[in-house]
């Protein structure tokens, strides 16, 4: 039974996270389209429900950029140097197809659930 | 703010050094951040445990900075199933038979029990390891330069192996066995009989007696076999009785074969120009040389009973859930 209950723990944490890497993605395109660096960035992922780590975070605004998704500059504010993300023309392309996909995958599974 | 700097240091380690400076500054930057927000909240200057606790919440640097690297790894999600199938074939045809062969010399030869068997499997053991080691690496090149071209090739559905049913019998393999049945019944029948004598330019080759015996019995399995092959080839599909007369087929065959092997097989060797002491020696090195064979022969005349008793008990279970080849059997159409 215990055994069982953890399998199911472990399975759910698994299928949670996998659904989640793609919704941090959208949800950090999202929010970039308006100026932030990293820490505001997560400050105001995490007041709206969504709460990212910087271990999670960074890495993924780094592939986002290297993807050509976002562009980043350092700039010093409240004197200290920070980087601060922006969406790319390209990112603001793939945000609109993703959104829509993201609309149309909602829509169906409203109707299936 | 030493501990801040011992944390980077030791996250900066285990950064893509092209990165490490860059990643390292953000990363500061954000524990900083974390830090003023918790003093605006304690109303005072962060201690060392209050910084502990934030490069804690942080994450160990090794997981920190793991998370930057890139995904890498030998064998891909693509050639992972193929490599290890190729794993899978080595084991089969490799590893098991030898193991086989080693088992049956433990239990059948006192002598080679004697001789410190374990040590005997070390060519085993350098022989696994080094096939693995050229299967990764073979794969692991294909994977690195190849995987990505090979997945994207084009492909025809309608080139794709038919559907596989382990009941039905290959007319290939009828047909085979049906040769090598009729040829020996009529060698047996032209040349063989009851001799145990034969003639070679010259030279005169004396079989020991049970040969006859031997001939006699590979002969009545033989027209077994021609019967079972024609049957099969009629009606390609094992049912429980000819999967019955294989398994008898082959327990007589290996039976008749082992039985031979712990005998003398040859009795003399002449030739008009040979000393008989070489003779002498070749007909006991002959006959040596099958006493030898005899545990390996053992283990592959079980290995082969193992398979045919495998296929009873597979066509048992597939007329339950009736197999295509059985329903056509049934039905009387070709599989």
């Not at chain 2, 011992?6 to 990165?19: H, I, S």
């Not at chain 2, 090979?150 to 393999?173: E, G, H, M």
């Not at chain 2, 097989?265 to 008989?276: D, K, Q, R, S």
Request: net charge positive; proline share 5%.
């Amino acid at each position: 039974m215990t055994n069982s209950t953890e399998m199911n723990d472990g399975l759910y944490e698994q299928l949670r996270l996998e659904l989640r890497r793609g919704c941090l993605s959208m949800a950090v395109l999202g929010q970039l389209r308006t100026e932030q660096y990293g820490y505001t960035l997560r400050q105001r992922l995490a007041a709206l429900g969504l709460a990212i780590d910087e271990g999670t975070l960074y890495p993924l605004l780094r592939r986002l950029e290297a993807q050509g998704l976002l562009v980043s500059e350092w700039r010093e504010e409240d004197k200290r140097s920070k980087r601060f993300y922006r969406l790319s023309p390209d990112g603001k392309h793939i945000l609109k197809q993703l959104l829509a996909e993201w609309e149309s995958m909602n829509k169906v599974l409203k109707q299936i659930l | 703010m030493e501990l801040i700097d011992r944390y980077l240091q030791a996250v900066k380690f285990w950064l893509p050094k092209a990165q490490r400076d860059d990643i390292i500054a953000e990363l500061s930057e954000d524990i900083h951040s974390q830090i003023e927000d918790k003093e605006a909240e304690l109303g005072r200057k962060a201690d060392d445990g209050d910084v502990g606790a934030i490069l804690k919440q942080c994450g160990h640097p090794l997981l920190v900075a793991q998370r930057y690297s890139p995904q890498e790894y030998l064998i891909g999600p693509s050639m992972f199933p193929i490599y290890s199938f190729v794993l899978k074939i080595v084991g089969l045809v490799y590893v098991l038979p030898w193991l086989l062969v080693w088992l049956g010399y433990v239990i059948f030869s006192p002598a080679y029990r004697a001789q410190n068997p374990i040590h005997n499997l070390w060519p085993l053991w350098q022989g696994i390891v080094a096939l693995v080691f050229a299967i990764t690496l073979g794969f692991a090149f294909v994977e690195r330069f190849m995987a990505k071209t090979w997945a994207q090739k084009d492909w025809d559905p309608r080139k794709l192996p038919s559907v596989r049913d382990s009941n039905q019998i290959p007319r290939s393999s009828s047909i085979f066995d049906l040769t090598i049945g009729i040829a020996f019944i009529v060698w047996w029948a032209t040349h063989l009989r009851f001799r145990t004598v034969f003639e070679f330019s010259g030279a005169t080759i004396t079989l020991a007696p049970m040969w006859r015996f031997f001939l006699c019995g590979l002969l009545l399995v033989s027209a077994v076999t021609v019967a079972l092959s024609g049957v099969n080839l009629i009606r390609r599909c094992w049912t429980r009785f000819t999967a019955c007369i294989r398994l008898a087929i082959d327990c007589g065959g290996s039976t008749l074969f082992c039985w031979l092997l712990k005998t003398a097989i040859l009795v003399e060797i002449t030739a008009p120009n040979v000393p008989p002491e070489k003779t002498l020696a070749a007909t006991k090195a002959i006959n040596m040389g099958a006493s030898r064979i005899f545990p390996a022969a053992v283990v592959l005349c079980l290995v082969i009973v193992l398979v045919d008793l495998r296929r009873i008990i597979r066509v048992k279970t597939t007329v339950t859930k009736l197999a295509p080849c059985v329903a056509a059997a049934r039905t009387g159409s070709e599989p």
